[in-house]
């Protein structure tokens, strides 16, 4: 009886397991979610850049955040693949990327090349050091996703 019981519960371990690495995949393999979880990820780094900024913290601070932003930047391209520019909205599954994305595809690559180059240069500015050349690189690159968001992204 135990060993029934143990190899049941074994089944039943894989099972789960197999069911969770399925759902995964799933998620991973959906770009409307992925792409909504690394915006969010970016508006959250520069919200805590941002309070670093104001509270006087120092370059080691933002160091994860230079990370992130530039981790995405370098995936953000990917993340637009014809037909996924519905359904629209602002509801988990939904998307707020406007049709000018598919529309004007080498303009939005122009966006994405500036937001690589400069989440660089931040990334650069960061691992420097200078606290006023990491601001102005932070004005900067906020300025870049702004534009990015007025043309290619539903308010």
């Known amino acids: 009886m135990k060993g029934r019981i143990t190899k049941l519960g074994a089944v039943a371990l894989a099972t789960a397991i197999g069911f969770a690495t399925i759902a995964t995949l799933v998620q991973a393999a959906d770009p409307i979610t992925e792409r909504r979880e690394l915006m969010k990820g970016n508006g959250a780094a520069m919200k805590a850049i941002d309070g670093v900024l104001k509270n ?44 000018e994305i598919w529309e004007d595809p080498d303009e939005f690559a122009e966006e994405v090349k500036e937001f690589q180059e400069e989440s660089a240069m931040f990334k650069t500015a960061v691992a420097g050091g200078d606290m006023g050349v990491i601001k102005a690189e932070f004005d900067k690159l906020g300025g870049v996703c702004g534009d990015c968001h007025k043309q290619f992204r539903a308010k």
């Not at 990917?78 to 998307?95: H, M, R, S, V």
């Open 56 to 99: 006087g913290g120092s370059a080691a601070d933002l160091e994860k955040h230079a990370n992130q932003l530039n981790d995405t930047a370098m995936k953000i391209g990917t993340l637009f693949p014809a037909g996924t520019d519905q359904p629209q909205g602002k509801e988990p599954g939904q998307t707020r990327a406007l049709p």
